[in-house]
């Protein structure tokens, strides 16, 4: 079993950053695919992005391309959601979830979850 604490959200302005840290326990970290997730008030759990398990493959949701960046550090168990440009629709419950499987995916195949971390972007 792996369990998934997600820290790092908080309130900042359009145009600001924010760095979203995820560490997870067990020791089977390193060989398990990772993405992170989010949930708008009323609207439905939308990816991400995500990474592969030795963090040479990722992939991005469009909304997000070339303002996030994921990365993971396996020595410490640990996945970082880098956060910039954000706009007032990035506002979410951010989740850090895990797969049973090394490679990334987009869909909702994640078997491990944190309990999420508010980030709000104030206009």
């Known amino acids: 079993q792996v369990q998934l604490v997600e820290s790092g959200g908080g309130l900042v302005q359009a145009g600001g950053s924010l760095r979203l840290s995820c560490t997870a326990s067990g020791r089977t970290f390193s060989s398990k695919a990772m993405g992170w997730l989010r949930q708008a008030p009323g609207k439905e759990r939308e990816f991400v992005a995500a990474?592969?398990?030795?963090?040479?493959?990722?992939i991005y949701a469009d909304s997000v391309k070339g303002r996030f960046t994921i990365s993971r550090d396996n020595a410490k168990a640990a996945v970082y959601l880098q956060m910039t440009g954000l706009k007032p629709e990035d506002t979410a419950v951010y989740y850090c979830?895990?797969?049973?499987?090394?490679?990334?995916?987009?869909?909702?195949?994640?078997?491990?979850w944190g309990q999420g971390t508010q980030v709000t972007v104030s206009s």
């Open positions: 990474i592969d398990w030795s963090g040479s493959s990722t």
């Open positions: 979830a895990g797969r049973r499987d090394t490679r990334a995916s987009t869909g909702s195949d994640y078997h491990y």
